[in-house]
């Protein structure tokens, strides 16, 4: 298991270039499905979700091939309609398959996600929608198995704002028979991508974006050609990372306009941020203000954003208030923290956190992705070393995060055992 060793108090300086969005790659990897034929999909990163992503859609009977940030699926044949548990226990995004099998094939055989790490995570709403859109579901010895001849079109609200959810769904309606309406819909920037790439196949995709999101059934999709949008989170993994250490870094093939909260609010912390079309320059000083967050579902600030900046206000100046709105328990990064020196209490669903002059390096461990990244920002400003242990969660959401970090000067290694 590697762990990845930082020595702290480096000053973050020079250029870093944003991967591909993660959460819109899987979605769209799941979409190829729907479009019979050779599908090439562009700047994909290189991560263990994504080459976990290829091997499901290859048990489908898919061929799937990466080469670079480039990823290849043949989807002309599908000779199995069954997501077995050891893909869908490794990686929850798998449930995506779902939609658009049921669309393709009129069947499918999906095994229910466990929790996690952050919370139960339940799909119930993916299948409240395709019930309604006459599939018909039983829940037998831990999988899914959904039918329907052929989908038709339905109006769908969801009690939650449910990214994944809203994929599927998206995914399914653009075979059905007739008009799809779905309400509540999730407005991430990656279900974006998702439309879009649905419409370079055919797909007659009205709203993504907003709350409600009309699709009108097709005959056919072709295989898409398509090209990923920019990781936000990473970009605004790289901006606490900067920030935390009081650097000057430049961010380039990164969207502005996909992290807009994450700008304002790292703005009133004192970094001064500033950008051009497909690139952030950011400057921070030595020591920020503490600013408090609440997450909140697209265009609120990200719930994947919400243990990074924990970390920076750890040493920030004052008492940050972060209060988790979207999973019952993403504090486990807590704790970890709490061994480098940092104090915050945790009361419910808000994290009380006072800033500190300075972290120590600790010995911590990585209890999810996102929580990972959060343990590497804070080892960068602490004093002395730090080992982040079980960093496989990391490698999930970052590709060469080490390699990245050190252009700007970190002193990290990856440690093999
Ligand atoms: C997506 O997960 C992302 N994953 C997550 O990113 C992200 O944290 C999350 O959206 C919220 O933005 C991918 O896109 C692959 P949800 P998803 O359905 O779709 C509840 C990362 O770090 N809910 O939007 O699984 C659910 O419990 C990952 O990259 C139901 O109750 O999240 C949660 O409280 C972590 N029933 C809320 O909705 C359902 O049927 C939002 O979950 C579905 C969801």
Redesign the pocket.
Known sequence: MDKLEIEGGVRLCGEVSVSGA??AA??VMAASILGPGENIISNVPRLR?ISTMGKLLAHLGMGYHQEGNEVTLQSKDITSIEAPYDYVKTM??SV?VLGPLLARAGEAKVSLPGG?A???????????GLEKMGAEITLTEGYIHARSKKLKGAVVY??????????NLMMAATLADGETVLGNA?C?P?VVDLADALISMGADIQGAGTSTIRIKGVSSLKPLRYRIIPDR?ETGTFICAAAITGGEVRIVNCDEGLIEAIISKLGETGAEIRHDSDSLYVKCPSCLKSEDIKTM??PGF???MQAQFMALMTVAEGTSLITEN???NRFMHVAEMRRMGANIRVEGATATVKGVKTLKGAPVMAT???ASASLVIAALAAQGTTVIDRVYHID??YQGIEEKLRLLGARVRRVSL
């Open positions: 993660k959460n899987l979605p979700d929850r995004a995506l996690c952050i919370g139960a995570r339940p799909i119930n709403l993916h299948i409240m969801f009690d939650i704002p449910t990214v994944t959810g809203t994929e999730a991430e990656e989170i579902p697209y990200p719930t994947d979207i999973f019952e999810d992705l996102r999930r959401g």
